[in-house]
C-alpha cells in the first residue's frame, strides 16, 4: 500500500502569554489558523521491521530526532507492529519558523500510521498520542481555526476565517523557540491580545474585527533582538495588508490582505529586497483529515 498526505502550516493570529507555570511550561491563550503551505508526507509499509524515512532536505534528521520517525515508533511501539514502514518527507514548510512544520508532520505520521495499517484509532486517541509528541500536534490533527489554551493542547473549533490572502515571509535568520520563551517576561507584559473579541470577530465572519485583534506577546522577545521582522511587518502593512504579525515565536511574518495583487507585489519585492528568503501566497485552510 502507498498514499501521499499533505501536512499544513500553521500561523498564529493572536498569541497571548498568561503565566508561567511552576513546571516551567507557559500557559498560552492563541488562535490558531491552518494555512495551505504544506509538507509532503509518502507511505508506503515494508516487510522489514524499521522505520525508512528520508527528506528532500539534506540539513533535517531521518533518525528519532525527527518527529516523524518518533510518531511512527510510538504507534508502532502501542499497537506492537511487526512490518515496517517508509516515508519520504518533502518539505515545504519552513524549518524553525514559527509554523509548526514539525508538529504538523507528526501529525500526518500518526494519520498516516493509522491508515496504513488499518488501526481504527479515533482521532481523539491519536491527539492523546500527539501530545506526548509536542503541545501542537493535537491541533495539527484537529486543523482548522481553533482556540488553543493550556500549554496548547487544550482545543476549542472555531467558525473559519473568512477568505482572504496570507503573505507568508520567513525572513533568512533562524530563532529558536527555546530562547524566545526563555526570555519572554510573562508577569511583565504590558499589553495583551484581545483573545476573546478576535474569537466575536471570528462568529461574526468579520475579518476586519479579527485583523484589528491580530496580536502576539513574543513578539516583544524577537523584535528587539531581531529588527527584520519590524521591517517586513511594515513594508506589509505600507503595501495594504489589513494586518501583519510575527507567527508564534518566529520569525516568520505573515501579513491578512483582501487583495490578491497586493500580496502577491509585495511578496515579490520581499524577495528582491532579500528581507525573505521564502514567501508564499496562500489561503487559509480548514479541511480536516478525513475529507
Ligand atoms: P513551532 O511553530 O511548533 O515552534 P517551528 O516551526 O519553530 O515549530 P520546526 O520547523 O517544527 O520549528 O522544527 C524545529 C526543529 O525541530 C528543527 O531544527 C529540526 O531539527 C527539528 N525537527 C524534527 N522533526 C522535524 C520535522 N519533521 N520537520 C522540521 N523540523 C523537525
Redesign the pocket.
Known sequence: MEFELNAY??VNLGLDVLRKREDGYHEVKMIMQTVKVF?RLTFSDIQEDKIELS?NLS???VNK?????RACDMIKKEYGILSGVKIH?D?H??????????????AAALVGMNKLFGLKISQDKLMEYGVKL???VPYCIMRGTALSEGIGEVLTKLPPMPRCYILIAKPPIS?S?KMVYENLHADRLSYHPDIDGMIDALRAGSLKGITDRMGNVLETVTVERYPIIEDIKRRMLDDGAMNALM???GP?VFGIYEDEEKARSTMKELRYKKLAKQAFVVLPFNTDFNR
Open positions: 502550516g500553521k509538507d527528506s540539513f533535517l534528521p530526532d525527527n518527529l516523524v520517525y518527507l518539505k514548510i519552513p524549518v524553525a519558523a514559527g509554523m509548526a512544520g514539525g508538529s504538523t508532520d507528526a509536542g503541545a501542537d530563532v523557540t507567527s508564534g515565536s516568520t
